[in-house]
């Protein structure tokens, strides 16, 4: 009994060192979170946008992609950084990453890959946010998909109106990891803009209306999509 | 509490010895390394019984009538016997033979393609395909969850019973990796226990003259890719590599099949089209054409005389593996009461 008091006291002054030291070596939570938006507009599942250039619309339904690497950088310097992060636009629980972040520099950018490296794709199976149930991976050939973005749109009328962006690739020439860096002005609450408008209007949806397999196309695309990102203001 | 400590390092000794069982896979001296790391994923006995329980169970298709078994039956080193293509579920037939499976810790990818980079994942593909097993790895969790058995095997293998897709996966690997092909004829006489006939040695002679470019010893293949010419199948249409690398320079080219137990893995070749080993023997020997995607090894005729041909498939007969496939590990497990709810 005198030794659970004893362990008892000590956890008691260990917490509260912690929580003193915390304060003390400048720790704090910096979270980066990720919104969707078409244009100015809040993105919602299956709400139509109109799309000004075609006089059409354009609904998506689905749009979850990979970050990896996400670094936090004061002044070009990595202090912070987290391996992967499957983001669901849809699902308010999974578009938000927090860092402990330890130092006393201000946070002048963000960085992060949208989608994951070769040396991940190669290792096997994964776990947590990287495991197959997570419907983020391809099964007849190897590789994650980087990006799903699914939705509906009379542009792609040869294609029952429906398009399937899925995004992948890890070997050459079809290697369609993007890097992104936004900068941020000191913030402990990043707000990363995902505006999807800006992947529609560069993408042909006309010609293109599916990618399912590491391609030409999955690379182009992809690279329109590395430029939804940018911070809110 | 000072009395506790060794008691503790006793059972942890203890736990560790019990998880991490080497010999459950060993090589012979003249194998490679394997590729696969081992040290990273060291295999198990848990996960191995686990793994091979799942490898043996339908409940992976969709209407729990395929299992992996059902295309890689042990008796035949895992592949399956008489049937050029491979089967699945409401008798739906695939697009190429079901390769046997062995030696598998020695592959740098899979499928006849090359399609899949790791023996960990390569299980998503057959589970997937609609005429395989027809399947999702997120239904067949949800399955495994609400059995009677498996939660606690998995709890057993991986120390948590909510069953997760990695976790089926890599017990699916482990047991794959235990399957090592190492007691053949041709390995004995490696180890100096045997000797060959003269009529083997004959064709020992003219396998390493002809055919071990590609079909390197000791585990028989280099896995690499190539075109032995056979004219394209007009029904299948299938390029082989170039599916998936989209580079013409891939096109007709296939995974080279090891081979060992090649007499148990009848029909041969990507799409079955050979029934037995003379044919294979007479195609190299007689019935390559010209080609332009052919491999530079094979752009002559090996031509092989009628009684080189017998001592060449007497040499391959040599790399059967009676203990391997015979081998109870690697057969069903024991039959245990086990219910696994319907399709959902």
Known sequence: ?233 | MKKRFPVLALLSLALLGFRSIPSLVGWPDYFPEPVYNFEKNPVNASETELGRKLFYDPVLSLDSSTSCASCHSPYNSFAHVDHKLSHGIYDSIGKRNAPALFNLAWQPSFMWDGAVNNIEVQPLAPISNHSEMNESIEHVVMKLQRSDVYPLLFFKAFGDSVITGHNVLMALAQFQLTLVSKSSKYDSVMDHSATFTAQEQNGYTLFRKNCSTCHAEPLFSTYGFASNGLAVDTFLRDYGRFAVTHNAKDSFLFKIPSLRNVSYTYPYMHDGRFATLYQVVNYYSDGLRPSTYISPPLKNRLLFSASEKVDLVAFLLTLSDKNFIFNKEFGPPRREKSVVPGKN
């Open chain 1, 1 to 233: 009994m005198k030794s659970l008091f004893r362990i008892a006291g000590l956890w008691i002054v260990l917490v509260a060192l912690m929580m003193f030291s915390t304060s003390f070596v400048g720790l704090r939570y910096v979270a980066v979170t990720f919104n969707g938006t078409f244009g100015k507009q809040e993105l919602l599942p299956g709400r139509k946008y109109a799309c000004v250039s075609e006089n059409d619309s354009i609904s998506v339904s689905t749009c979850r992609f990979y970050v990896s690497k996400v670094e936090l950088l004061s002044d070009g310097v990595v202090q912070d950084q987290l391996d992967y992060k499957l983001v669901d636009l849809f699902d308010s629980t999974q578009t938000r990453i927090s860092f402990l972040y330890s130092t006393y520099s201000a946070v002048t950018s963000i960085r992060f890959q949208l989608g994951i490296d070769s040396t991940t794709n190669v290792a096997g199976v994964g776990e947590g946010d990287l495991d197959p149930v997570k419907g983020m991976y391809w099964a007849w050939q190897s590789g994650y998909i980087n990006m799903k973005l699914e939705g509906t749109s009379k542009l792609c009328e040869k294609d029952r109106n429906e398009f399937q962006y899925h995004l992948g690739g890890y070997a050459s020439p079809y290697n369609s990891l993007q890097t992104i860096e936004l900068k941020v002005d000191n913030s402990n609450d990043i707000q990363v803009n995902v505006d999807v408008e800006q992947f529609f209007s560069r993408t042909d949806m006309k010609s293109i209306s599916h990618v399912m397999s590491p391609s030409v196309k999955a690379v182009e695309l992809a690279g329109n999509a590395a430029k939804m990102f940018s911070i809110s203001e």
